[in-house]
């Protein structure tokens, strides 16, 4: 049986120095960079993860396939730091910022193309299937960028449309990157769906945790400033819950403390010049979610999803020693909030 | 046998009301938008010409295909105007103008991804073939925006680089379109390889004349205005020619009546604030080009390279009825110049 040392190794050795063109530099160096900066490997790992649960050893065929999801993944991310106008990520300069917007937008390209040289060194017998399921994926991936940056200039989201939003933006892709796992060890349609559902819910836990830990995570863990949300307005998880959460209790009559969905918008329009007044907003927005229970009600929010996922996992009827690897797969994803 | 009514019919079929997703609206209005002003259709023409020299019917296996290599090249438009800070295109706002450059950046990516929805679809039995083909091909193209951008920084390019980098961002994807055709259709390697050749040569003669073009064409027909590469001492053929013709005449002594680099260099660096200004250093660039005798030597090369292709048409050994469409489609696409 593959066990999680061996997935780390493998992990290590796809992306210690991974394959990428080098001239001309201007366009490949920030592909190495990204991929040199970059974290937890967290779909890659699912991947093979999801592999391991059916065949004995790592063979060839799911490398590059593994290796596109991590590939694909940076791509989105170099292209959303334009878009996100960010500087930072993961306490290093983004490519935009370190180069410039069009190294950053063509260097983005060239990689979304590479996640598709290594996608198509999947297996001929399931590579139409691969493909769409690849395909399909990134187009999502696409729309929930879409529709978060839509969300920008909308006063208020409902919460279907929220989660409707991280999952085509952040789920879909762990859900495909289990999926296909499966699909190339050769595992029925049966377990390839209960896979792609456990990613899916395991995805949606996911981005909730990070939208928490922006706000309640603690900066020397979750790598990047907190309250970044708070001051930028951004439609996360806990600001969507606490409209309404907010509106219902206002409307049916509940005294709030002055922690209402009113509060909160005009928390919202306080000024963000200078580090006090930062402060003082992250301070006074953490307040009102405090005063609602919003914190715990994301916390619940993420063990759910988190249950889903271990629900479908055990639909898929393996041998214990299998499941506990989806086990503690979910557990180390989801661990950062504890 | 298939013909050139067709082959019209079934580009129109493609593109008249192409199958793009339709929500958000925001990601996929600017795909609809850029296949409607689109052009010619000239990349994915040669891939049904290509098909048609070894088959009877334009059967579905090479729809998608084709209309792939159209999408692909959308796609790359979006994004090198915005690089380009271009403003227009085929008489229409370019995307990121008509739109902003967010939409124009996650637009352009989702539209590649298309691109992928639509080669996957080739039979099963070349698919790996032609994903790396296409793959490889696509990565060219980034690397050719790549040198072309670096090009901007350099105060002189050599021939030799000039070629190699039109070569990367226009002729590859002809020769691809070409290959690709003859592949689905099942022919043989060598006939594949020789249709790649006739259309990376075709590509050479196609980017040639487009640079003549933006200098000696003319507006009604050329579709932009005429001059923008000398407004822009834009590195195109043109301009690379006379950089080494002059410094080899200077060199060798012969008298340039002022028309030799140096003069050159000086009119590169007029003022081109005004419409006066840009209208004199065009006429001023204009007359070097034509003292040095560049609109000639630009009109040989495309010659020289039309030559090459028809050469590497002769090759493939096709019935005289079948290589004149190649014959047809070579004079249609570089007709312009006459």
């Known amino acids: 049986m593959i066990n999680e040392a061996q997935i780390e190794e493998t992990l290590e050795g796809l992306f210690g120095n991974p394959d990428f063109a080098s001239e001309p530099s201007g366009l490949y160096d920030p592909l190495r960079y990204m991929i040199g900066i970059g974290g937890k490997r967290v779909r890659p790992r699912l991947c093979l993860t999801a592999y391991s649960l059916f065949k004995d050893s790592l063979s060839d065929e799911i490398l590059q396939p593994a290796a596109a999801l991590e590939v694909f993944h940076s791509f989105t991310l170099i292209h959303d730091d334009i878009m996100d106008n960010s500087d930072m990520r993961r306490s290093r300069p983004t490519v935009w910022k370190k180069w410039n917007g069009n190294t950053a937008i063509l260097s983005g390209d060239v990689m979304c193309i590479d996640s598709y040289r290594r996608i198509a060194k999947a297996p001929a017998r399931v590579l139409p299937q691969v493909l769409e399921l690849f395909t399909a994926t990134a187009a999502q991936v696409c729309e929930g960028q879409q529709y978060d940056m839509d969300f920008e200039d909308r006063k208020e989201v409902p919460m279907g449309d929220y989660m409707k939003m991280i999952g085509l933006k952040t789920a879909v892709l762990l859900a495909c990157s289990a999926k296909l796992g499966a699909l190339i060890a050769g595992a029925d349609e049966r377990a ?3 896979l792609y559902k456990f990613g899916y ?38 600001l969507t819950r606490a409209m309404e959460k907010g509106g219902e209790m206002e409307k049916s009559g509940v005294i709030t403390h002055g922690s209402g969905k009113a509060a909160l918008q005009a ?19 953490k307040g009102i979610y405090m005063d609602l229970g919003i914190d715990e009600d994301a916390k619940y929010e993420i063990i759910k999803q988190h249950a889903h996922a271990m629900d479908y996992a055990g639909m898929i ?11 503690r797969y979910a557990e180390r994803l989801l661990g950062r909030t504890k």
Not at 208 to 237: A, P, R
Not at 267 to 285: N, P, Q
């Open 192 to 194: 390839c769906d209960y």
């Open 201 to 238: 819910c395991l995805g949606l836990a996911f981005q909730i945790t990070d939208d928490y830990l922006d706000t309640f995570g603690d900066t020397s863990v979750f790598g990047k400033k907190i309250g970044g949300d708070i001051i930028n307005n951004k439609k996360s998880w806990l």
């Open 267 to 285: 928390a919202m329009a306080m000024k963000t010049d200078s580090e006090t007044e930062r402060k003082a907003k992250i301070a006074k927005v």
């Open 317 to 327: 009827g393996l041998p214990r020693v299998r499941y506990e690897m989806l086990h």
